[in-house]
């Protein structure tokens, strides 16, 4: 058929191929971007070349009619789109980007449709969470079809099939939700929704690339609600950090002082100790004194009578004592022969001593 009407178009004369192109009608389009006066002199001059051609040259007419006939049987496909080619009402092929030939009035275009992927915009849809809460959502699908024949036999209406999934997909996910749960699972919710849609639209001939949830929106009154539960929030955390660095203050304080008071104590521990140990001191160079007078005297007194030298040392010692302290009295000893001769005795030795 195709070399047939290749070979008829060779044939004809020139004029046959201006007829045809009398006839092709001048696209609406460009008549309506003309003003109105030249407008009517376009339109006017096509039918008066239309009458003319006929009136003289009703062969060339004929074969301009054929032309134009044949020729509308070529079709260009673009780069990155496909059509659906129907014959007498059902599918015969899909063209592919390129030049194609149909026949005229038998085979014609059902449908352009494009491999390149697609943006669906989703309109905010009213949704339930799972604790009762009313929320707005949207979101955006990305999408291609891969079967063109599937697109358009297998749905009515693809897009609207696709949006129609897409919310009701979406209304079930989100009523799985608590509404907290709802801000934090929006990654969660688009691969949920992509593996989901994706398996549901495969039946068409599509592929869903990715789901993105664009924006979950409480009603007024939950937002009243959640903006004074979170500045509640704030105020206990500020009144938390307060008693923390309140508690830790007095906890500070306390171990200031009780280190404080170690500290102190370690002292008068340490100055104790220093006044035992000089007061032991003293008495041992005391003792180590008396024992050495004791020894002396030992040497030239009886036993009897250095026993009554230190008596009588201790006596006086005792005396000194008493007479120092605040509530002093004075004891006098009266017939205190033995000690008083002892104690000139004690005299006159260390007189001799001396």
Known sequence: MKGSSARLLLLLPLSAFRAAAAFVPVPAAAIKSLPSQRRSSVQELHSHAISEIVAHDPLNVGAGVAIGILGSGIKVIQEGDVAIVERLGKFKQQLEPGLHYLIPFVDIIRTRLTRREQVLDIPPQKCITSD????LADAVVYWRIFD?????YAVEDLSLAIQTLVLT????????????????????INNVLLEELDVATNPWGVKITRVEVQEIM???EILRAMEMQMAAERQKRADVIKSEGERQKSINEAEGEARSRIIDAEAEAKS???????????LEMEAKGVAKALDAIAGEMSRAEAARFQLMREYIASQRELATSENAKVIVTGGGGDVEDAFAKAIAFYNMKD
């Open 148 to 152: 063109p024949e599937r697109a358009i």
């Open 169 to 188: 997909q979406l209304r079930a996910e989100i009523g799985k939700l608590t509404l907290d749960m709802t801000f934090s699972a929006r990654e969660q």
């Open 132 to 135: 009762n809460a009313p929320l």
């Open 218 to 220: 409480p009603n007024t």
């Open 272 to 282: 104790l100790v220093l006044e035992a140990e000089a007061e032991a001191k003293k």
